[in-house]
């Protein structure tokens, strides 16, 4: 194995692995000594790689925008295309653009031989369908989720009735027809799944439910594969 294809399988060991990685993995990872793998992770660091640890404590890569990008390989970047394809048709105005900036992005730090491939992709994605339109603002709930900022949401069910209550939002699911909000519903003190094409409102609030939203989501994804 060369240098240069051994370094690569470190940076690659280190973005996958359970962090911290421990010296004797990433030694087998690279089929080296521990003395070699050390050697090569300082090289690594030297070419601008922000790699935290010390040997008995393990290792974490800390992406870097300024290091070029993993190379991918052929079905990698079909997985790549398929993917964002799919999320330019299906998400909102500002996901589906996010998506095609996305792809031009990694597409712009390819090798020829693979913005080639990018643009002679054998998979495809069209969907005839389109997702059911909201009064709500995705992107509105997208940052509450991140932010974990109580949502404020007028809704109506299955019957027609309209209820108003307080939420904490956890995730937006896609669904075959639409989009859906995981969340702690604090009017039924439970968790519940709203479909967004049926919130006629969904207000931000000043109420933060921070560092509650992983483990709330954690709970509910526990629940619904239970």
């Known amino acids: 194995m060369s240098r240069s294809e051994r370094l690569f399988r470190l940076m690659n060991a ?8 421990t010296a004797a993995r990433l030694a087998a990872e690279t089929e080296v000594s521990e003395r070699t793998l050390y050697r ?4 690594l660091r030297n070419s601008g790689a922000r790699i935290e640890g010390a040997p008995g404590l393990g290792y974490t890569l800390s992406e870097d925008p300024a290091l070029p990008p993993q190379t991918f390989d052929r079905i990698e970047m079909e997985a790549l295309v398929v993917g964002l394809s799919d999320v330019r048709q299906r998400g909102d105005v500002q ?3 996010a998506a095609e900036t996305a792809l031009a992005k990694i597409v712009a730090t390819l090798p020829e031989r693979l913005q080639r491939q990018v643009l002679h992709a054998t998979h495809m994605v069209y969907r005839y369908e389109q997702p ?4 709500a603002d995705l992107s509105d709930i997208r940052l509450a989720c991140w932010e974990e900022q109580a949502l404020d949401l007028r809704y109506r069910d299955g019957t027609g009735a309209v209820t108003e209550r307080r939420v904490y939002p956890l995730a937006i699911v896609y669904l075959d027809r639409g989009y859906g909000l995981l969340a702690w519903c604090c009017l039924r003190q439970d968790f519940r799944k ?13 109420e933060s439910f921070r560092p509650r939203r992983v483990s709330l989501l954690r709970e509910y994804i526990a629940l619904l594969y239970d």
């Open 95 to 97: 996901l589906a653009k």
């Open 14 to 21: 280190l973005r996958v692995l359970p962090k911290p990685v």
């Open 194 to 206: 709203f479909l967004v094409g049926r919130m006629e409102a969904a207000i931000p609030t000043s």
């Open 40 to 43: 090569d992770i300082e090289s």
């Open 132 to 135: 059911e339109q909201a009064s």
